[in-house]
C-alpha cells in the first residue's frame, strides 16, 4: 500500500542502493564478509588443480539475474542463456580442469552490455580491461547491482501509469481490509475531525430560533466539505512530533511534514520582508533587485530552522544587523542618507519581536497564508489561478508551489478516503444536531 501510494504521489519516487555509513558497524560486516568470499575464491583459483566451488556460485548467481532482464517472449536468448551458462556442463568441464571462466566472463559482459542502459555503458567497457578473475568477477558483480536497480526504476517508470488508474481503489480496498481488522483504525481520524467541527463551529455565530425558525440551525450551517477543509488546515501546523496523525493521512505524514516546515521557513520570511519593507519605504520597496537580495540573505540565514538547535533569537538579530547594512547601502547608491541609529533601532526591534506569538504582522501574515491555502482547497479547477493576497509577494513563487503540493496531497486524500470521512461527519454532524434539539425541546 505505502509503495503504490508513494509511486502515485512522487513522480520523482525511485528505488536507492543502501549507502551504509562509513564507519558503522554494518558497513564493516559487509567488508568483512565480502573480503573473506573474495579472498577465498581467490585461494581456490590458485590451487593447483584450481577448484571451482566458489566460482560455480557466482556463476549461478549471474545466470539468475540475467535472466531476470528479460522480458516475456525473450525465449530464444533465454535458451541460450542457459545453455551457455549451463551449471551441470561447467560442474563437469570443472572436475575435468577444462572450463575456460574468460571465455564465459566475456559471455556475460557481452550480455550486459545489451542490457545496461546507456548510463552503464562506460563500466560495462571497463570491465574488458581487466584480466584477473577475480577482480573482474567482483567488478561484474557491481556492475550488476547498478543495472539490477536501473531496471527496477525502469519498471517503476512504466507501471506508473496503471497504478494511477487504479490505485485510489486499490488503496481504499486495502485501507478498508485493514479496518475490518483493526476496527478502531479510525480514532484519531475521528478525532482530528471532531476538532475541525469544534473550530468552524465557533466561528458561527448562534442563531436565535426566531430568526432562524429552526432549533439547531447552527448545526446544520456546518457543511461537510468546510469542516474536512478546515481539518485539512490543520495539517500545516500540525504537531507532528508529539499528536497522532490521522490513520487515513499516514501515508502522507512525511511529506505533510516537510512542507509544512517549507511553509514556516516561507512565513518567517514574508514577516521580515513586510517589515522592511514597511522601513525602507517605497524607495527601497520598489526596487526588485534590493528586495531579491535580502530576501536570499534572510532565506540563507533562516535555513536550519527546523532543527532542535536553531536558536530563532539570535538568527533574528543576525538578520537584523544585516537588513541594516543592506538598506543603508542601498540608501547611499541612490543618494540618500543611510539608515540612522533611531530607524536601525525600530527596525531591530521589530524584527526581534517576531518571535512573539501575538506580533501583530505575524498574525496577519499567517491569516492571509491560512486564506491563501483555503482558497486553494476551494477551487475544483486547478488550472485557475489563485491570487496571493497582499503583504505576500515576496514569497509568492515558493507559495504557488507549496500550495500546488500541498493541493496535490489533499485532493488524492480526499478521492481515496472520502467514503470514510463521511461516515464519521454523518455521524458527528448529526450527533450534534440531535443533542442540540434535545437540549432546545428540554428547555423552558
Not at 573480503?35 to 539468475?64: T, V
Not at 503583504?391 to 496531497?409: D, H, K, N, R, W
Amino acid at each position: 500500500l505505502t509503495l503504490a501510494h508513494e509511486i502515485v504521489m512522487n513522480s520523482n519516487f525511485h528505488m536507492k542502493s543502501i549507502d551504509l555509513p562509513p564507519q558503522s558497524l554494518q558497513r564493516r560486516v559487509k567488508e568483512i564478509v565480502h573480503r573473506a568470499f573474495w579472498d577465498c575464491l581467490e585461494a581456490q583459483l590458485n590451487k593447483d588443480p584450481p577448484e571451482y566451488d566458489h566460482a560455480l556460485l557466482l556463476l549461478g548467481e549471474i545466470k539468475e539475474i540475467l535472466l531476470s532482464f528479460l522480458i516475456p517472449g525473450q525465449n530464444r536468448l533465454r535458451n541460450q542463456i542457459s545453455e551457455v551458462l549451463d551449471l551441470d556442463l561447467i560442474q563437469q568441464q570443472a572436475e575435468h580442469n577444462a572450463i575456460d571462466i574468460h571465455k564465459l566472463a566475456d559471455y556475460i559482459i557481452t550480455l550486459m552490455g545489451k542490457f545496461c542502459a546507456p548510463v552503464r555503458d562506460d563500466e560495462v567497457k571497463k570491465l574488458k580491461s581487466l584480466t584477473e578473475i577475480v577482480p573482474l568477477f567482483r567488478e561484474i558483480f557491481h556492475v550488476l547491482d547498478l543495472m539490477t536497480m536501473d531496471m527496477v526504476n525502469f519498471t517503476i517508470q512504466y507501471i506508473r501509469p496503471h497504478v494511477q488508474q487504479c490505485s485510489v481503489d486499490y488503496e481504499r480496498s486495502k485501507f478498508q481490509d485493514f479496518l475490518n481488522k483493526q476496527p478502531n483504525a479510525l480514532d484519531h481520524t475521528t478525532q482530528w475531525l471532531k476538532e475541525s467541527i469544534a473550530e468552524v463551529s465557533a466561528l458561527w455565530p448562534s442563531s436565535e430560533p426566531s430568526s432562524s425558525g429552526t432549533n439547531g440551525s447552527s448545526s446544520l450551517s456546518l457543511s461537510p466539505s468546510s469542516v474536512l477543509n478546515n481539518g485539512y488546515l490543520k495539517l500545516l501546523q500540525w504537531n507532528y512530533n508529539s499528536k497522532p496523525v490521522p490513520e487515513t493521512l499516514l501515508t502522507d505524514q512525511s511529506r505533510l511534514q516537510k512542507l509544512q516546515q517549507r511553509l514556516n521557513q516561507q512565513r518567517l520570511a514574508a514577516y521580515l520582508m513586510l517589515i522592511i519593507c514597511n522601513i525602507g519605504g517605497t524607495t527601497l520597496s520598489s526596487l526588485p533587485d534590493f528586495c531579491e537580495k535580502v530576501k536570499r540573505v534572510i532565506m540563507v540565514l533562516l535555513e536550519g530552522m527546523n532543527d532542535k538547535n536553531f536558536n530563532l533569537e539570535e538568527t533574528l538579530k543576525t538578520i537584523s544587523v544585516k537588513v541594516c547594512s543592506e538598506i543603508s547601502q542601498a540608501l547611499v547608491e541612490r543618494g540618500y542618507p543611510e539608515l540612522n541609529n533611531e530607524n536601525q533601532g525600530n527596525l531591530t526591534g521589530q524584527i526581534c519581536s517576531i518571535k512573539e506569538e501575538g506580533n501583530p504582522v505575524r498574525t496577519l501574515i499567517n491569516n492571509r497564508i491560512e486564506l491563501y491555502m483555503k482558497n486553494m482547497l476551494s477551487v475544483e479547477n486547478q488550472q485557475k489561478s489563485i491570487p496571493v493576497p497582499g503583504g505576500l509577494e515576496p514569497i509568492q513563487a515558493e507559495l504557488e508551489e507549496i500550495g500546488s503540493q500541498y493541493v496535490c496531497i489533499i485532493k488524492y486524500n480526499r478521492q481515496v478516503y472520502g467514503p470514510f470521512y463521511s461516515g464519521i461527519l454523518r455521524k458527528l454532524l448529526f450527533s450534534n444536531l440531535a443533542t442540540t434539539s434535545t437540549t432546545s425541546s428540554d428547555s423552558p
